[in-house]
């Protein structure tokens, strides 16, 4: 009975947590500090109430969950590792090494916990959060829609400003434009993120039957800028033809961009030959997208005119001297901290922890937990939702691909929004029985 109870009264803290989560980036803006302890304080909450609620239904779990729980447990254990092994190896203190591990853990890992917090929910219930989290999403579009309106007619410094006392904004930031548009910030309070947060809301609201607003997400994603972004959406445009038979669209699709691409090349080369400044637009486009493929190998420093090796050369080499951690990983690397000024020392076995790369998450992720740990999470969010789409057409599926894909390029498990709602269709794929499904 007390169960009972507790799980009538979680479906309102659950979305009173959302709320908070999803407003932190503004709330931020004016207390920075206590809002970012709020949210983490009812996220703990939250996970500890679902902690409670695995320990008391261990054994109604459905077999497809053990997917999930490996992938969280194996992501766990590696934080307890380093909290055990790392002061010994390093010589350091125990809490300092503690303090930036739980650091490091809270903000780029906690995200794949969060499917965990719709576990104490019953499966009616999902109705009201389908609602609610569209509700989330048109206020985001809208939003991201007015923003772009606004920072266009002249007020793109009150969003700089805004976002610049919740920590957000970064040099190339300030005026920057892209595709004749301004880099919108959102709801989620990265350019690059946004945009993948649309195609989420997109296929939210187009498998919730609501196609209006679906179109108005499309627009939302247009204008965010995050050419990421734009890729992903036609990636799984691509698969939707596919699991429809569309075979000969797709083939089309395929060899349209294949022959696209190889033109814009070309053309890129011969402006930069000849020098030219006509077509910025489209030269700095394509330029973005082959400065992918060469930072992938290859770091270049302007300044100084030289070329340094890249992220993949980087890992390569440190897999290369220690060869058996490419099976589980060489641990926590971080991301939010100096190692140098976080531990006052100038060399250090905490060195080799640096943070390999922002842009390329997915060598970060490999380098960090190794072939194990990216065949989890390959399976939770790649191979698991393709089968389940052969099963059963749903397009919410699309929503752990979109997760998938983004890897490829930024961290979006950093963005606890972005990690809430895909948490909320992992939840439905892995942790709800089956009978109810």
């Known amino acids: 009975m007390i169960i009972t109870d507790y799980r009538m009264n979680y479906t309102n803290f659950l979305k009173f947590t959302i709320i908070v989560v999803f407003f932190g980036i503004f709330t931020r803006t004016f207390a920075k500090v206590p809002a970012a302890i709020i949210e983490y304080s009812l996220l703990t909450a939250a996970l500890t109430f679902a902690v409670i609620y695995i320990s008391e239904r261990l054994s109604k779990h459905q077999a497809n969950s053990i997917i999930f729980y490996l992938f969280a447990i194996y992501l766990f254990s590696h934080l307890i590792a380093a909290c055990i092994l790392r002061p010994i190896e390093a010589d350091l203190p125990f809490y300092q090494i503690v303090f930036a591990n739980m650091r490091e853990f809270a903000i780029s890992t906690?995200?794949?916990?969060?499917?965990?917090?719709?576990?104490?929910?019953r499966h009616y219930d999902s109705k009201k959060i389908d609602d609610f989290m569209c509700l989330l999403i048109k206020i985001s579009i809208i939003y991201t829609i007015l923003e772009q309106i606004l920072s266009l007619g002249g007020f793109r410094h009150v969003f700089e400003q805004m976002y610049k006392n919740a920590g957000l904004v970064q040099p190339q930031n300030v005026a920057s434009k892209s595709l004749g548009f301004y880099r919108v910030w959102g709801s989620i309070g990265s350019p690059q993120l946004l945009g993948i947060f649309n195609i989420i809301g997109f296929f939210y609201l187009i498998s919730n039957k609501q196609k209006n607003w679906a179109i108005l997400s499309i627009i939302a994603l247009i204008l965010s800028t995050s050419k990421t972004a734009y890729f992903i959406f036609l990636i799984l445009f691509v698969i939707y033809l596919f699991y429809k038979r569309y075979y000969l669209t797709v083939i089309s699709i395929l060899a349209i961009s294949l022959v696209a691409a190889y033109f814009a090349m070309v053309f890129l080369d011969h402006m930069e030959d000849i020098q030219s400044d006509d077509y910025q637009m489209a030269q700095h486009f394509i330029g973005s997208i082959r400065g992918y493929f060469i930072l992938f190998d290859q770091s270049i420093d302007y300044k100084n005119f030289r070329h340094d090796d890249g992220p993949f050369t980087r890992m390569m080499m440190y897999f290369h001297h220690n060869p058996l951690q490419i099976i589980f990983g060489k641990g926590m690397t971080y991301a939010t901290i100096d190692l140098e000024d976080a531990f006052d020392i100038s060399s250090t076995p905490m060195l080799q922890y640096r943070y390999l790369s922002s842009d390329f998450y997915f060598l970060t992720f490999f380098e960090q937990y190794g072939i194990v740990g990216m065949l989890l999470l390959t399976i939770v969010y790649l191979i698991y939702p393709l089968i389940m789409l052969k099963k059963k057409f749903d397009l919410s599926y699309f929503i752990p691909l979109t997760f998938f894909f983004s890897i490829l390029h930024y961290p979006p498990q950093i963005s606890k929004?972005?990690?809430?709602?895909?948490?909320?269709?992992?939840?439905?794929?892995?942790?709800?029985?089956?009978?109810?499904?």
């Open 110 to 121: 906690l995200g794949y916990f969060l499917p965990l917090l719709f576990l104490p929910l």
């Open 417 to 437: 929004i972005i990690m809430v709602f895909v948490g909320y269709i992992i939840w439905k794929m892995y942790l709800t029985e089956r009978k109810e499904q």
